[in-house]
Structure formats: structure tokens, C-alpha cells
């Protein structure tokens, strides 16, 4: 009888116990994503990547992943498809000088090699685009720790081009708007190079980036050519503010077409 009591009191200990674990994760969760709403966290991931390199189509499906699995988060997603490996016999159709540039410029701000697959996040900090834990690390440290700077965007198409209006708060002369035309996803089968034969998928691929001087200016239009096969459900723009000096983003955002 007093061990039929014990046995009764350990499992009633331990279901205790357990509801009582349960209610303090539900908590820290909770916690957690209020301290995020309060934030206004954010993060920005930047990848680049080719059709001529090997190393690169794991990153791409990645992005592709992860772009599902935050669809409901301030992530935003971009992919630079750079030109310096089309020299190895197969000409990636979305790469541009620009983008290769670009990828130059950061490997001065942040003091790292130039190589693909490279994910840069919110301009600080950068590393291999195919390493899935470190990338959903940074994405939980930005949206509970960063802080971000109001940008609101809006976009519509004419016959011949595509027409964006932005708005923000910052008044930084250092800083720029970045307005970038975002097809959402694609495919291409390879026919030479590191990836002949394969039938490569990408997702949030840049096809075209304005930048937009935010020293005088703080609200205005851009546009865009209205690119060959144009289909709105596809495309979208990302804009996003980031220092030119030290490549730091302070604030983001997208919106599809009217």
C-alpha cells in the first residue's frame, strides 16, 4: 500500500514537473517573440552565386528552403548571380558585372575572401552560403536583436516599365536605398561547365539594383524596364537602406505589384 502511494506521488511529482517545464518554454517563447515585435527585427541575406560553379547549387536550393519557411517573417531574400565564373565555358544568363562588384565591395568592408557560394547577412557579417545552421543562427539573432528603420515601398506597372515609390526615415547622408528588381524563382539546364547537364533551380534572383541617394532626399520614385516574359505573380522589389561606409543594413522591406 505505501508503495502503490509512493508510485502515485512520483508520477503526480513528475507530471508536475513536466506541465510546469511545458507552461515556462511556452513562456520563453512567448517572450521571445514579443521582445522580436518589439524590435522590429529584421534580416537581410544576401547570396552569391553561379551557374559555373559546383559548389553553388546547394546554396541556392537553400535559399529556395528558406524562403518557404520564413515566407511569414521580416527575411528577405536576395541572390546575385555574379560573372567571373563564366569564363569556364558556360555563361550564367543572370549574372552581371554590377553584381560581381558589388561582391568586391564587400569583401573590402568586411575584409573576406571573394568566392561562392557567399552569404552576406544585414552587411555585417558573412560565410559559406550552404551552411544551413549557421545561416538560421544569424536569422534568429537578427530578428530578435536588430533594429529597423521604416521604409515603405509600393510599385506598379505600365505598358513599358515599372514604376516604385519609396518612403523612409532615415536622413544619414551616408546612407543609400538599394532598389532591387527580384524575380522569385527559375531554372536554367546547364549546358557546360562545373554543372553540365544538371537542371539548376534558383530563387529570389536580382536582376536589376537602383540606388537612390538618401542625403537630400528621403521619399521619391524610381523605375524600372519592364523585363521579356514578365509575369507579376513572379517578380517582386526588395528595398532595403544600408551605410556605405561600414555596409551595415538598418532597415528593409518589399512589396509586389499593383
Not at 568586391?104 to 552560403?129: A, C, D, H, M, W
Not at 521619399?219 to 522589389?237: H, I, M, Q, R, Y
Request: aromatic share 8%.
Amino acid at each position: 500500500m505505501i508503495l502503490k502511494n509512493l508510485i502515485i506521488v512520483s508520477a503526480f511529482t513528475a507530471l508536475l514537473f513536466a506541465t510546469s517545464a511545458f507552461i515556462h518554454q511556452d513562456k520563453i517563447q512567448k517572450t521571445a517573440q514579443h521582445s522580436t515585435n518589439e524590435n522590429n527585427g529584421f534580416v537581410v541575406l544576401e547570396l552569391f552565386t553561379s551557374e559555373g560553379c559546383s559548389s553553388c547549387p546547394p546554396a541556392d536550393e537553400l535559399i529556395g528552403k528558406i524562403e518557404k519557411e520564413y515566407k511569414d517573417e521580416p527575411v528577405y531574400l536576395l541572390s546575385y548571380h555574379v560573372d567571373y565564373w563564366n569564363r569556364l565555358g558556360w555563361k550564367d544568363r543572370f549574372s552581371t558585372a554590377e553584381n560581381s562588384q558589388r561582391q568586391q565591395q564587400y569583401s573590402r568592408i568586411l575584409n573576406s575572401q571573394v568566392y561562392t557560394p557567399q552569404l552576406v547577412v544585414n552587411g555585417k557579417t558573412e560565410f559559406v552560403g550552404s551552411d544551413e545552421n549557421n545561416i538560421k543562427n544569424a536569422i534568429r539573432e537578427a530578428l530578435f536583436n536588430s533594429k529597423k528603420t521604416n521604409v515603405e515601398l509600393s510599385a506598379n506597372i505600365s505598358q513599358k516599365e515599372i514604376n516604385v515609390q519609396y518612403k523612409t526615415s532615415a536622413t544619414d547622408p551616408k546612407n543609400m536605398l538599394l532598389i532591387n528588381l527580384v524575380e522569385k524563382h527559375s531554372s536554367t539546364q546547364v549546358g557546360k561547365g562545373e554543372n553540365e547537364g544538371r537542371h539548376l533551380h534558383h530563387w529570389q534572383i536580382v536582376h536589376r539594383q537602383n540606388q537612390v541617394s538618401l542625403n537630400k532626399q528621403t521619399e521619391g520614385a524610381t523605375t524600372f524596364k519592364l523585363p521579356d516574359g514578365f509575369s507579376p505573380e513572379n517578380w517582386e522589389v526588395i528595398a532595403f537602406i544600408q551605410n556605405t561606409k561600414t555596409g551595415e543594413i538598418s532597415g528593409s522591406a518589399k512589396t509586389i505589384f499593383k
